[in-house]
């Protein structure tokens, strides 16, 4: 065939693909599909996706739909939707219990500020190698922030045992003759997974349970401290300061290892 004869073949072939690819009843039929299928029926949108391999391609696709309705973007996120629910991935209930743990250094950066970067950076990557495998032992690393990060643990004794652990490994550091002081805070909820991430209320309350620690203390919140009865901890009031936050219904105590006897 000539050159001048494939032109037209080629306009056809591409001009049918895009129809096919805007097809309406194809693309109701694979959003009907999806909702139907395991796995995040959602994918794709910002907050699903996460920052592995996987999750980089779905934001490759997602743009897709922001130009037109896309038949190839669907198949593509409906794919990568079942291999989430095979990998494991796919969201949890959202009414299903879930420590939340947050870490952070007291002071940091005040710190920062008459140390200079060199050695800030130098603490960071200290403290990283010391806190972060202690947490993967027992749970998982959801996000690092700055000086500190936000972990999810199986239980609450988990989590805490974690956290005592973790401002022990921080207390022992010596980082170019400077001390750190690490303070963490445990709450249990129904936050909202999302993306490999959580989002809502009770990562709100777990954040602010950390805010109301001081240098070197470890806060839970009331429903974590109900969990925690009798076991091995033992907790105590906070009556010098309640919290910036912390909503009335929800009390911070600061907890320890109990004395062995």
Not at 5 to 14: A, G, N, Y
Not at 27 to 32: F, K, P, V
Not at 124 to 151: H, N
Request: charged residues 25%.
């Amino acid at each position: 065939m000539l050159a001048h004869q494939r032109e037209p073949v080629r306009q056809r072939v591409l001009g049918a693909a895009h129809r096919l690819d805007s097809d309406p009843r194809l693309l109701a039929a694979l959003e009907w599909a999806r909702s139907r299928l395991p796995g995040d029926a959602a994918y794709g949108d910002p907050l699903s996706t996460g920052d592995d391999a996987v999750g980089r391609v779905a934001a490759q696709l997602a743009p897709l739909a922001a130009t037109r309705p896309s038949v190839l973007r669907e198949v593509g996120l409906t794919a990568l939707q079942l291999w989430q629910a095979h990998a494991g991935l796919e969201e949890r209930p959202s009414d299903e219990q879930v420590v939340v743990l947050f870490t952070d250094l007291a002071g940091f950066s005040d710190w920062t500020l008459e140390v200079g970067d060199d050695v800030a950076v130098c603490a960071l990557r200290r403290v990283g190698a010391a806190v972060e495998p202690l947490v993967r032992r027992r749970g998982r690393v959801v996000k690092r922030l700055g000086d500190g990060l936000m972990a999810v643990h199986p239980s609450a004794e988990d989590a805490v045992e974690v956290a005592l652990a973790a401002r022990d490994a921080v207390a022992a550091l010596d980082v170019d003759g400077h001390r750190l002081s690490l303070r963490a805070g445990v709450h249990v909820g129904t936050p909202q997974p999302l993306g490999g991430d959580y989002y809502g209320r009770d990562v709100n309350i777990a954040a602010r349970i950390t805010d109301a620690a001081g240098p070197g203390e470890v806060c839970v919140s009331s429903p974590t401290r109900a969990l925690l009865d009798g076991g091995e901890f033992a907790t105590f009031p906070l009556s010098r300061r309640r919290g910036k936050g912390v909503p009335p219904d929800i009390t911070p105590w600061r907890v320890g290892r109990r004395p062995p006897g």
